[in-house]
């Protein structure tokens, strides 16, 4: 996740520290730090300018415009521009108007915008010094910059163009856009989902350099008056909770304030609309993915429940999908709208003249909003950070903020009613040891660091004593971890923010060897005498297909066709553990023959999978207890024989043709 410094420490009390500072204390307590970028150095004249008036220039292969651009400079003439022979080219803008003219190829504004302009003596990120040059029978007094040509994203589609009253012409445009930021890019474990926002990262530097933090989800709500919209949730293993909050008399065309657009540029998302930009910014301040429908597109009442067979729903990349019957789906009379915590319908897509909009939070179940994206191979945004869990209680503050803004930035208004809908069962308390974490590490950590460091994190932590006498801490997660569920996870928090570099990297003493087995050292001489005879030993794919079998002509009582199914195969083909090695060693003989070799002799030594004629069924055994001798004999007896087999397989010449001799084919 890329992240502006300026926006992460927003929410801590940290003083003055830098950016190499902040990736530190990320490394220390177990984030990986990809990459820190300054934003690209910028020295000279950049300023904010206003396009006085645009001509288009004809007779070249791609649009050409000459801008006149104002730029608060009161020492320029009216009209500076010149033809390739040095006269002047006449009035290209309002005479009262002492502006620059400016060549530009982009077409993306129009008069009256505010853009950023390099002036003459500039310098852009990547060495770029812009002077005044004459260039399609015009001289360009300055450049008028892209985001990209800035530093501050990939995007160069068009001309940076600033929302009206963001600036006046001449101001300073480097204070404007912060181009003294860096980005660093944090790659948080999969296990942490909270971690893909900015609450929890800054939450987690809170804790790493023992300073105050902010919480941006810290909102009073309202009581809400009513419903915003009927919801009805008819699976609610899929969706323990959906709220809706809806805002009307939208200005559909306003604009997204600069302050939002260069936040969300940085961190790699495009801007969009105000209603989307919102919903994409609230994502990344919360970590919690919010969803808007138009609401004059909204047939009925919302339903939350699987997709039913034979439906279908074109998304918001104009892509008609097959739903599954696992797949979540919110649905209205007209059918599925918007496919769950992955990616909205086109039918309810918030248009330039959507004026009426509902704002959706949900907390979705984890594995099934995994399955769907990798089902429909739709990543977004949205589906990495469903998967791997959010905070349910964060929902109702998600489209308060969302709506809050978007009053305030959109003119419109909120609506009384909010839809609430769904229950989330509290975490569950955990409680271990209060010395575990010492015993675990094998350090003696300061009085009180367990406890402290569990608070930090946001647990409600009570201290007590079992009636043996132990000191016991009891720690009830935080709603937005749902990772915390035994005290080997309350350890780990606490070694990890006390330091990984604190324990020590003592090896224990290893025990004295028995030497080699019996079966050990008959493979390693059956290996060495084929070795010796010239063969080659190879590693091949240890699974099959059944069609295999087929290829061989065997019969279909025969024992080989006897095998064990994988479940979640490696390739969808070959779904069947190996009955006989020949099968990959034949394929790998292929591979090489396909690549020029023509006289190969190969062998492999590995485990071949022989289910008996009556397989016995696998028990499912728990976790919550020791297994015992009736159990472990169950297990014993489901496990397939699994003798070690050796095989060799040889094309072309087993002795090569020479001086020596004429050579001695492998058949």
Request: with cysteine.
């Amino acid at each position: 996740m890329r992240v502006p410094v300026s926006w992460l420490t927003e929410h801590l009390d940290a003083g003055e520290i830098g950016p190499q500072e902040l990736a530190e204390a990320f490394v220390r307590i177990g984030m990986e730090i990809e990459d820190v970028q300054p934003l690209g150095e910028v020295t000279g004249p950049v300023v904010i300018g206003r396009v006085a008036a645009i001509e288009e220039l004809t007779g070249f292969k791609k649009p050409i415009r000459y801008c006149r651009v104002e730029t608060g400079e009161d020492d320029l003439p009216a009209d500076r521009s010149t033809d390739e022979d040095g006269s002047a080219a006449g009035d290209h803008g309002p005479d009262a108007l002492k502006t620059r003219g400016i060549v530009c190829g982009a077409t993306n504004f129009a008069e009256g915008d505010l853009v950023v302009v390099a002036l003459p003596g500039s310098v852009l990120p990547g060495g770029f010094a812009i002077a005044q040059r004459k260039t399609y029978g015009r001289v360009s007094d300055g450049m008028i910059c892209s985001a990209r040509e800035l530093g501050l994203g990939d995007d160069h589609n068009g001309i940076l163009v600033l929302p009206p009253a963001t600036a006046s012409p001449g101001d300073d445009a480097r204070a404007l856009l912060g181009l003294d930021d860096t980005v660093l890019d944090v790659v948080p474990t999969p296990d942490r989902g909270y971690a893909l926002s900015i609450r929890g990262l800054a939450r987690e530097l809170a804790c790493a350099l023992d300073v105050p933090f902010g919480d941006p989800a810290s909102l009073d709500l309202p009581e809400p008056e009513g419903e915003a919209w009927p919801v009805r949730i008819e699976d609610p293993s899929g969706c323990s909770r959906f709220v809706l909050r809806r805002i009307t008399g939208l200005d559909a065309g306003a604009p997204t304030p600069w302050w939002m657009r260069r936040r969300l540029m940085l961190a790699g998302i495009r801007s969009i609309s105000l209603a989307v930009d919102v919903t994409n910014y609230v994502m990344l301040e919360l970590g919690h993915p919010l969803h808007a429908f138009d609401t004059s597109s909204v047939k009925g009442d919302l339903v939350v429940r699987r997709a039913q067979p034979g439906e279908k729903l074109t998304t918001l990349d104009d892509v008609e999908r097959a739903l599954d019957p696992d797949d979540m789906v919110i649905a209205d009379d007209s059918g599925v709208i918007s496919l769950a915590g992955t990616m909205g319908g086109a039918s309810t897509e918030i248009t330039t003249e959507s004026t009426d909009v509902l704002i959706e939070a949900a907390h979705w179940d984890p594995p099934s909003i995994s399955r769907t994206a990798r089902r429909h191979k739709l990543f977004s945004e949205a589906a990495k950070r469903f998967e791997r869990f959010t905070d349910p209680q964060v929902c109702a503050v998600a489209v308060e903020l969302a709506a809050r803004l978007l009053r305030r930035y959109g003119d419109g208004s909120i609506q009384p009613g909010r839809t609430d809908v769904g229950h989330v069962e509290p975490n569950l308390p955990v409680t271990m040891p209060i010395d575990l974490p010492d015993r675990v590490a094998g350090v003696r950590y300061d009085r009180g660091a367990t406890v402290r460091r569990l608070g930090q994190i946001g647990c409600k932590v009570t201290v007590g004593t079992s009636d043996e006498g132990i000191a016991l801490v009891t720690a009830v997660p935080p709603s937005w971890r749902g990772d915390l569920l035994q005290p080997a996870d309350l350890v780990e928090e606490v070694l990890r923010l006390e330091g990984y570099d604190c324990i020590p990297s003592t090896l224990p003493p290893a025990p004295a060897g028995a030497g080699l087995t019996d079966t050990q050292r008959r493979g390693r001489t059956v290996s060495r005498a084929l070795a010796a005879a010239g063969y080659v030993e190879v590693l091949p794919f240890p699974f099959m297909s059944a069609e295999t079998w087929d290829a061989f002509g065997l019969p279909e009582d025969d024992v080989r066709r006897r095998t064990v199914k994988v479940q979640n195969p490696l390739e969808a083909d070959k779904d069947q553990m190996a009955s006989s090695l020949l099968p990959g060693l034949l394929e790998t003989l292929q591979r090489n023959v396909s690549r020029g070799f023509r006289d190969l002799a190969l062998f492999h030594i590995g485990q071949v999978v022989l289910p008996g004629a009556a397989p016995v069924r696998m028990p499912d055994l728990g976790v919550e207890h020791r297994p015992g001798d009736e159990e472990l004999a169950a297990l014993e007896a489901a496990v397939p024989a699994q003798p070690v087999h050796v095989a060799v397989v040889l094309t072309g010449q087993r002795q090569r043709s020479g001086w020596w001799g004429s050579g001695e084919a492998a058949s």
